[in-house]
Nanobody
C-alpha cells in the first residue's frame, strides 16, 4: 500500500519562504515515473504546480515559475517543494503525487492527504 505524507506547510508572510516535503512509502516506481505537486485554493479546482520525472526533468506552472523549485531524493523516497517569494495567491492546500507519467499524474497517480499553506500580506 502506497502512503504519501506531506509536511512543512504553515503560515508565511508575503515574500517569505516555506519548504514542503513528501515522504513516500510502499511505492515501487517503474523505471519511468513522475512525481509532482498540486494545489487547491479555496473554492477552486486543483492546479498542477510542478513535476519532476525520473530523469530529473522539471516542469512548472506559470504562476510559480522562478519562485518554486521541485526536487526529489530517490534514496530517501522524498519529494520537496521549495517555495520562495510567496504571495497571498499561493494560499492553498498542497498535495504531492506520484505515478508512471507526468501527463496523467492528476488522474492516475497516488496522492497524499495535503498540507495547508497560508500566505498573508
Amino acid at each position: 500500500q502506497v502512503h504519501m505524507v506531506e509536511s512543512g506547510g504553515g503560515s508565511a508572510l508575503a515574500g517569505g519562504s516555506l519548504r514542503l516535503s513528501c515522504a513516500v512509502s510502499g511505492w515501487v516506481p517503474d523505471s519511468r515515473n513522475c512525481m509532482g505537486w498540486f494545489r487547491q485554493a479555496p473554492g477552486k479546482d486543483y492546479d498542477g504546480v510542478a513535476s519532476i520525472d525520473n530523469y530529473g526533468r522539471t516542469v512548472y506552472s506559470g504562476p510559480v515559475k522562478g519562485r518554486f523549485t521541485i526536487s526529489r531524493d530517490n534514496a530517501k523516497n522524498t519529494l520537496y517543494l521549495e517555495m520562495n517569494d510567496l504571495k497571498p495567491e499561493d494560499t492553498a492546500i498542497y498535495y504531492c503525487a506520484a505515478g508512471p507519467y507526468c501527463s496523467s499524474l492528476s488522474r492516475r497517480g497516488y496522492w497524499g492527504q495535503g498540507t495547508q499553506v497560508t500566505v498573508s500580506s
